[in-house]
């Protein structure tokens, strides 16, 4: 059993403030995605459950104990380095037998083990090289080989497949889950792939600037963001918004329609997803920009009212730029952002 | 000039310089020690080898080098870790620690005679404490040990930071990551140092170990300061041989002797140290 507690973690390097009051349960055997932008504090969130940095404040728990004391070996986890840290003067089989000989393993268990993990990475043909003999790719399969092999309660990944090419990428992506929920680990799994995120996680933590904006599944994410940078940062293409204006009892004008929305006097935003909009006779007047084409469907970019507007269309359909659209939003699938506090309503 | 002859016209001045300051002496030390006024002959050698106090000589040199290489290797670890760990004031200690590097090994003998001798620092305070009643003579020929056991204190203090520097530098330059990674996967700080630490500071070992042996062998000034005639060693015979007996011959063969086993013993560490094929560290 090993649930990961993280409460009020903050963290500053000298003035500058990493991470702030991030407070996360991660299940036993679940596997969490923390997705964000790069320097939005991942890695720094993922040290402090390893224990290679301390929080400045707040508590990590791993199996309902407090760990934030314990060194990193006495915390029953396994970690992928986002820069490898794949050993030089060791072979690759050293290198993932490396933790099972800490432990003292008997050797041919290590043998074993090193075998079945390099053969789940595809780099069983690597074993006697070293890493300086390795594609970066391959260097990054072994560091993850490595931490398989301890066969860990907990296994923290820092973007472990982020130098794959697309294709190893998704087999890797399967294999790897697989094997995960085979062996009832609990998974941090770090990425800024939202492809990856979305087909691997049970549950997405969406983090910005150091803070956790919101913890729920890939589809919940998805479909209700809770806040305009998740609506932004998640979905490719991401969502659009339009500035809406109250027109009282619920109703409000966005880009001369009126829709049906909360019960607020605020202004608000308007958001939909590009592939929720379809071509109507009533609807949002878009003039048509750039048209690209991508097998089975069009992306249109138009101008809205003088805003950045993509739609996601039939891809039978022929338009050309300049060209005036319109477009109606599924009406469930409309959101609404509050611009000053950036947080959805309901 | 195609760029295939850059190369080495660029290397020209200094293998040059070599040539006329290092191999052409060189060729002379070696014209010497293999003649004796005729021609082509190893008299030299065998003078020297069968001299009764050369087995002695060799002996103390090889004694000295065997207690005072591995202990100022441990002590250069040791302090290389300890001063990679410091955050603050890392400077200041390995200043301090390297101050002996900038006093010449005779005044380094002299700095323990005032030590050690008859009326030196350490006599006037055992009497001061009443341990000994009088002064007693701590490097005679009654004590042979302390002796030894002097001049093999002066060396580790004198040049021991010489090793420290190349440690220093070449546990500086070990990725903090690997750290990282082998106490995540369970390596104890006794099993980093042996696992992580000490292989990839293979090539800093090699060049502090090849430097620190070699001088080992050429330990002259110090053993002379604190030792006299009381513990002969091979470089003080070499000087003997020049300058007292007059017999240059037979100083370029020991000179010979002294090369052949640093060049030995160089091959040995290079050997014993190397860097697997393949490995990039
Ligand atoms: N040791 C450090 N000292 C000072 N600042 C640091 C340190 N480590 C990280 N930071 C800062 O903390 C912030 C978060 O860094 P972190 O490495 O966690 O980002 P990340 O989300 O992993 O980014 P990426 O996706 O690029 O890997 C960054 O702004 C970074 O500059
Ligand atoms: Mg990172």
């Given at each position: 059993?090993?649930?990961?507690?993280?409460?009020?973690?903050?963290?500053?390097?000298?003035?500058?403030?990493?991470?702030?009051?991030?407070?996360?349960?991660?299940?036993?055997?679940?596997?969490?995605?923390?997705?964000?932008?790069?320097?939005?504090?991942?890695?720094?969130?993922?040290?402090?459950?390893?224990?290679?940095?301390?929080?400045?404040?707040?508590?990590?728990?791993?199996?309902?104990?407090?760990?934030?004391?314990?060194?990193?070996?006495?915390?029953?986890?396994?970690?992928?380095?986002?820069?490898?840290?794949?050993?030089?003067?060791?072979?690759?089989?050293?290198?993932?037998?490396?933790?099972?000989?800490?432990?003292?393993?008997?050797?041919?268990?290590?043998?074993?083990?090193?075998?079945?993990?390099?053969?789940?990475?595809?780099?069983?043909?690597?074993?006697?090289?070293?890493?300086?003999?390795?594609?970066?790719?391959?260097?990054?399969?072994?560091?993850?080989?490595?931490?398989?092999?301890?066969?860990?309660?907990?296994?923290?990944?820092?973007?472990?497949?982020?130098?794959?090419?697309?294709?190893?990428?998704?087999?890797?992506?399967?294999?790897?889950?697989?094997?995960?929920?085979?062996?009832?680990?609990?998974?941090?799994?770090?990425?800024?792939?939202?492809?990856?995120?979305?087909?691997?996680?049970?549950?997405?933590?969406?983090?910005?600037?150091?803070?956790?904006?919101?913890?729920?599944?890939?589809?919940?994410?998805?479909?209700?963001?809770?806040?305009?940078?998740?609506?932004?940062?998640?979905?490719?293409?991401?969502?659009?918004?339009?500035?809406?204006?109250?027109?009282?009892?619920?109703?409000?004008?966005?880009?001369?329609?009126?829709?049906?929305?909360?019960?607020?006097?605020?202004?608000?935003?308007?958001?939909?997803?590009?592939?929720?909009?379809?071509?109507?006779?009533?609807?949002?007047?878009?003039?048509?920009?750039?048209?690209?084409?991508?097998?089975?469907?069009?992306?249109?970019?138009?101008?809205?009212?003088?805003?950045?507007?993509?739609?996601?269309?039939?891809?039978?359909?022929?338009?050309?730029?300049?060209?005036?659209?319109?477009?109606?939003?599924?009406?469930?699938?409309?959101?609404?952002?509050?611009?000053?506090?950036?947080?959805?309503?309901? | 000039?195609?760029?295939?002859?850059?190369?080495?016209?660029?290397?020209?001045?200094?293998?040059?310089?070599?040539?006329?300051?290092?191999?052409?002496?060189?060729?002379?030390?070696?014209?010497?020690?293999?003649?004796?006024?005729?021609?082509?002959?190893?008299?030299?050698?065998?003078e020297v080898v069968g001299y009764w106090k050369f087995p002695i000589s060799l002996k103390n040199t090889?004694?000295?080098?065997?207690?005072?290489?591995?202990?100022?290797?441990?002590?250069?670890?040791?302090?290389?870790?300890?001063?990679?760990?410091?955050?603050?004031?890392?400077?200041?200690?390995?200043?301090?620690?390297?101050?002996?590097?900038?006093?010449?090994?005779?005044?380094?003998?002299?700095?323990?005679?005032?030590?050690?001798?008859?009326?030196?620092?350490?006599?006037?305070?055992?009497?001061?404490?009443?341990?000994?009643?009088?002064?007693?003579?701590?490097?005679?020929?009654?004590?042979?040990?302390?002796?030894?056991?002097?001049?093999?204190?002066?060396?580790?203090?004198?040049?021991?930071?010489?090793?420290?520097?190349?440690?220093?530098?070449?546990?500086?330059?070990?990725?903090?990551?690997?750290?990282?990674?082998?106490?995540?996967?369970?390596?104890?700080?006794?099993?980093?140092?042996?696992?992580?630490?000490?292989?990839?500071?293979?090539?800093?070992?090699?060049?502090?170990?090849?430097?620190?042996?070699?001088?080992?062998?050429?330990?002259?000034?110090?053993?002379?300061?604190?030792?006299?005639t009381l513990f002969p060693v091979l470089m003080g015979q070499i000087y003997s041989y020049?300058?007292d007996l007059?017999n240059?011959?037979g100083?370029?063969?020991l000179?010979?002797i002294?090369?052949?086993?640093?060049?030995?013993?160089?091959?040995?560490?290079?050997?014993?140290?190397?860097?697997?094929?393949?490995?990039?560290?």
């Amino acid at each position: 059993m090993a649930e990961i507690q993280i409460k009020g973690v903050a963290k500053s390097f000298g003035s500058y403030t990493a991470l702030h009051d991030i407070n996360l349960t991660i299940q036993d055997q679940e596997f969490v995605v923390l997705l964000g932008a790069s320097g939005c504090g991942k890695t720094t969130l993922l040290r402090i459950v390893a224990g290679l940095e301390t929080a400045t404040t707040g508590e990590v728990w791993i199996g309902g104990k407090r760990v934030d004391h314990l060194p990193p070996k006495d915390r029953g986890i396994a970690m992928v380095f986002q820069n490898y840290a794949v050993f030089p003067h060791l072979t690759v089989f050293e290198n993932i037998g490396f933790g099972l000989r800490m432990k003292k393993l008997p050797n041919d268990e290590v043998k074993r083990r090193v075998e079945r993990t390099a053969g789940l990475m595809h780099i069983e043909q690597l074993l006697g090289r070293y890493s300086g003999e390795l594609s970066g790719g391959q260097r990054q399969r072994v560091a993850v080989a490595r931490a398989l092999a301890m066969e860990p309660d907990v296994i923290l990944m820092d973007e472990p497949l982020s130098n794959l090419d697309a294709l190893l990428r998704m087999e890797m992506r399967a294999e790897l889950k697989g094997v995960l929920a085979e062996s009832n680990t609990t998974a941090i799994y770090v990425t800024h792939d939202q492809v990856e995120a979305m087909s691997m996680a049970d549950r997405i933590s969406v983090m910005h600037q150091g803070r956790i904006v919101q913890a729920a599944s890939p589809i919940e994410v998805y479909r209700n963001p809770a806040a305009e940078f998740v609506a932004g940062f998640i979905g490719n293409p991401p969502m659009n918004f339009l500035p809406a204006t109250p027109q009282g009892g619920g109703r409000w004008a966005v880009a001369g329609q009126v829709l049906d929305g909360p019960q607020t006097p605020k202004a608000l935003k308007f958001a939909i997803r590009p592939e929720d909009l379809r071509l109507a006779d009533h609807g949002l007047q878009a003039v048509a920009k750039v048209i690209e084409p991508l097998g089975a469907h069009l992306l249109v970019t138009c101008d809205v009212n003088g805003a950045l507007f993509r739609a996601v269309l039939d891809s039978d359909l022929s338009v050309k730029p300049g060209d005036t659209l319109t477009l109606a939003p599924q009406s469930d699938r409309i959101r609404w952002f509050d611009p000053e506090t950036t947080r959805a309503v309901a | 000039m195609t760029p295939r002859y850059l190369p080495y016209v660029l290397i020209l001045p200094v293998t040059l310089f070599l040539g006329v300051f290092f191999l052409y002496p060189f060729a002379l030390v070696a014209k010497q020690a293999f003649t004796t006024g005729g021609g082509f002959t190893l008299d030299n050698f065998r003078e020297v080898v069968g001299y009764w106090k050369f087995p002695i000589s060799l002996k103390n040199t090889m004694l000295l080098a065997a207690i005072v290489v591995p202990v100022q290797l441990a002590l250069a670890l040791l302090m290389a870790t300890m001063v990679n760990r410091m955050q603050k004031g890392r400077d200041l200690v390995l200043y301090v620690w390297t101050i002996p590097l900038g006093i010449s090994d005779l005044a380094a003998g002299i700095i323990w005679l005032a030590i050690f001798e008859q009326s030196g620092f350490l006599n006037s305070m055992m009497t001061g404490l009443g341990l000994v009643d009088q002064p007693i003579t701590l490097l005679g020929y009654q004590n042979p040990w302390l002796v030894f056991a002097a001049i093999a204190l002066a060396e580790i203090w004198r040049a021991t930071a010489i090793m420290l520097v190349i440690l220093v530098a070449g546990i500086g330059l070990i990725p903090k990551e690997y750290y990282e990674a082998a106490e995540v996967f369970g390596a104890s700080p006794w099993k980093r140092f042996v696992k992580i630490t000490l292989p990839l500071l293979r090539p800093s070992l090699q060049t502090a170990l090849i430097l620190r042996v070699v001088l080992a062998f050429e330990v002259f000034a110090v053993v002379v300061a604190l030792g006299g005639t009381l513990f002969p060693v091979l470089m003080g015979q070499i000087y003997s041989y020049q300058f007292d007996l007059m017999n240059g011959g037979g100083a370029a063969a020991l000179a010979l002797i002294v090369l052949a086993i640093s060049v030995v013993f160089t091959l040995i560490i290079l050997r014993a140290l190397r860097v697997p094929k393949g490995a990039t560290i």
